[in-house]
């Protein structure tokens, strides 16, 4: 199946039974944990050298059947990938149950005693410097480093963002990294001037050598080195006192002097310094400062190229609170502040890496180390993009460019071979998402209040359930409301005041939000916006109107009642004439030629209709401009009601005349209505047509108590002049007060 797939991990060479697994083969273009195969031992199957084998399940590793390879999980992978995690994923753990009292355990962090804090009264005013270490601790914590091109391309991002110090490698560790450092240094034009490349080196000369002369040539360097400083480390990793631990970190810090800003050979690198008293939040305030005293000395730093102490929560073991305490202990006792730069470098055991950072600040820190979406050893490195958009929903740059925050996840998730979280804050897929009802019409009217208000996307932002304006990020806003079978009428809407510029009344989003509800449910899934759209199209019938379409029509004033007499030398006024529909309305693709007379043309043309036998009574009308001033148009919707039934039935009509709009939205009523009827036989005959012979008022008829079997006699009343008042009054009452009983139509 994938006979030629770029090997990206060799494994030692796992014994299971006769069989070695030998190579593991990943597609290079997908994530790795959704297909792979192993390929058998060249040794052990010369013949079988190229077959891929399906990728076993540990542990079971004996049984490898040639079958089609099957997909690999996570868990595949993470077992192969490191004999750490294979152990610890033993086939049948004894299951321990949780300890009744964990006091036994785990002991409770002990804070130090900070009374005059005064961290929680400030707040944050201006971004902090970022350092990405995606490149350098992100990288190292991966199970399947990125190769030298992957680091290429996320440097030029980063670099794009708008990231002025990178950390880009760990040189005296893999030739990869040294080789990546050379290549950037030498690839002229890649590292912008006002940009630091960063490294980190261990407290071990050879290395340190070794880490400086990956930078050589560089415009602007840090060169980082680290050295634990806590009792646990000291003790159970390095077997070393305070003294020795302060006196190596001196050692170091004058080799890392002598061999960078003070060589002559480097002159043409600005050198800059960081250290990190690894576990810092573990380790003793009293001696975190006492190192960095005597490294601040060894170095001796300048306000203008201050020297960096990064004080790590190498693993997060307290509430935020305590970390920002330790920072504020910190920034307060060293000296010479002005000459250092306190830097952040928090990571998420606890899950509370961002509050950390920010609490931090407020402490004084002045610059953090973190990774794009978190990633980083264990549960990761505190997230540069909720810190930075965090900043930016407050109102402050932060100085870091997420425009196209899509571009970012899409580079993050190929290089890391992690996917972002779908609920990962800002660029979550789902974070600007609403399924429920009652989120999704708030939304909605967030929208609508801005447009009422003619807001800009520069307008201050106030809008329920969105912290932030999608846009700003690059999302759009068709993303943010999705229609599944929990949502209401408000999301509905929303899609189609998007998609269509139509902006339903709510007796028309409760009707089609039923037609949605049975679709989804009908279906079992989520429905796209397009598809919601075509659904509200063919619902009202607005792309094609499969019964009734208007083809030709007039409307004049009826003259056939003489208008009160005008004044001597004043034209006859036709204002309380009635208004006469005359036209052509094709049916089941049958021409028939229809008149009718009401109080204006939406009840002329229901008369009109009448006569046909579809006896539509007007029950709610509304109408609304759409488009710009250029091009704009009318939608118009119109609920109706059967006469003598409770059926109701909704059209909608959109065209450049407010008028014609209006018959549209009748027809696709009535359209509707004889579709929606079971009784109504299809295709429906009319009882009268082409007849242009137009009866007079009373021979109309009034009320079909049965819209099933329609009325055509002409005895009947007129409905719109004698009939039943209460229905006359509406159909009066709105054409009046939206202007419809218009004039001459048709144009
Ligand atoms: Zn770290």
Same mark, same amino acid.
């Given at each position: 199946m994938h006979p030629k797939l770029p090997r990206s991990r060799r494994l030692a060479a796992k014994s299971a039974g006769h069989v070695q697994l030998h190579d593991l083969f990943f597609p290079a273009h997908t994530h790795p944990w959704t297909s792979g195969v192993i390929t058998r031992s060249t040794r052990c199957f010369p013949s079988l050298a190229t077959a891929s084998i399906p990728l076993f399940i540990w542990p079971q590793p004996v049984s490898l059947p040639l079958e089609a390879p099957r997909r690999l999980t996570a868990f595949d992978y993470y077992s192969f990938s490191s004999p750490f995690l294979y152990a610890s994923n033993s086939p049948n753990p004894p299951i321990m149950p949780m300890l009744k009292d964990p006091s036994v355990k785990y002991k409770k962090f002990t804070p130090l005693k900070l009374d005059d804090r005064q961290w929680p009264s400030k707040t944050i005013d201006k971004p902090p410097r970022w350092l990405s270490t995606d490149l350098r601790d992100g990288n190292q914590s991966l199970v399947d480093p990125m190769d030298s091109n992957q680091k290429w391309e996320y440097f030029l991002k980063l670099v794009q963002l708008g990231y002025k110090e990178i950390e880009v490698s760990f040189p005296s560790a893999s030739q990869t990294d040294f080789d990546f450092t050379r290549r950037l240094v030498e690839t002229s034009g890649v590292v912008p001037d006002d940009v630091w490349l960063q490294v980190l080196s261990p407290c071990r000369k050879e290395l340190i050598r070794r880490t400086v002369d990956s930078l050589k040539g560089a415009k602007k360097a840090i060169l980082h080195l680290y050295l634990a400083t806590s009792p646990c480390f000291q003790q159970i990793v390095f077997n070393m006192n305070n003294a020795e631990t302060k006196a190596l970190a001196v050692e170091c810090t004058r080799y890392a002097r002598s061999i960078t800003k003070d060589d002559p050979e480097q002159a043409a690198t600005e050198w800059a310094y960081e250290f990190s008293p690894e576990t810092f939040s573990d380790s003793s305030p009293e001696f975190a400062v006492e190192v960095c005293e005597a490294v601040k000395a060894a170095w001796e730093p300048t306000v203008d190229n201050p020297i960096i102490f990064n004080l790590p929560a190498t693993v997060e073991m307290s509430t935020p609170n305590v970390y920002a305490d330790q920072i504020e202990y910190f920034c307060r006792n060293i000296s010479e502040r002005e000459k250092i730069a306190v830097s952040l470098h928090p990571h998420n055991d606890r899950g509370c890496a961002v509050a950390a950072a920010e609490l931090a600040q407020m402490a004084g820190a002045d610059r953090v180390e973190g990774t794009l979406f978190g990633n980083g050893e264990r549960t990761g490195n505190v997230d540069l993009v909720t810190l930075a958009l965090n900043l930016y929903t407050q109102g402050i740059h932060p100085q870091i460019d997420f425009s196209d925050l899509k571009s970012v996840i899409d580079l993050v998730e190929s290089c890391n071979k992690i996917p972002v979280h779908p609920r990962a804050p800002y660029g979550g897929q789902l974070v600007v998402c609403a399924f429920s009802g009652s989120h999704q019409d708030a939304i909605k009217k967030g929208f609508q209040t801005r447009k009422r208000l003619g807001?800009? @996307?520069? @307008?201050p932002w106030q809008v329920p359930y969105l912290p932030l304006d999608p846009q700003d990020i690059g999302r759009t806003y068709e993303a943010i409301i999705r229609v599944n079978s929990q949502s209401g009428k408000g999301g509905v809407a929303w899609i189609i005041q998007r998609q269509l510029d139509l902006d339903l009344p709510r007796g028309l989003q409760v009707a089609f939000s039923r037609i949605v509800q049975r679709e989804t449910d009908m279906l079992g899934r989520e429905l796209l916006p397009t598809e919601i759209t075509k659904l509200f199209e063919e619902a009202y019938h607005l792309k094609r109107n499969p019964r009734f379409s208007l083809i030709d029509y007039d409307i004049t004033a009826d003259r056939s009642k003489s208008p009160a007499p005008p004044e001597p030398g004043k034209t006859a006024s036709n204002r309380y004439l009635k208004r006469l529909f005359k036209g052509v309305i094709e049916i089941d693709g049958i021409e028939h030629e229809i008149a009718g007379t009401g109080n204006g043309a939406i009840s002329a043309l229901a008369d009109a209709l009448k006569r046909l036998g579809i006896d539509l009574d007007v029950a709610d009308y509304k109408e609304h401009a759409m488009g710009g001033s250029a091009n704009v148009r009318a939608a118009t919707y119109i609920e109706c009601t059967a006469a003598g039934s409770n059926q109701r039935v909704w059209g909608v009509g959109i065209h450049e005349d407010v008028v014609q709009a209006s018959l549209i939205a009748l027809l696709s009523a009535a359209s509707s209505f004889l579709s929606s009827r079971p009784s109504t036989p299809i295709p429906f005959r009319p009882k009268r047509s082409n007849t242009l012979d137009v009866p007079s008022l009373e021979s109309s008829p009034t009320s079909a108590t049965n819209p099933a079997q329609?009325?055509?006699?002409?005895?009947?009343?007129?409905a719109a002049g004698h009939g039943d008042q209460k229905k006359k009054s509406l159909v009066e009452r709105l054409e009046e007060s939206l202007g419809v009983n218009g004039g001459a139509g048709g144009n």
């Open positions: 807001y800009t @996307s520069e @307008s329609p009325h055509a006699n002409g005895d009947n009343k007129n």
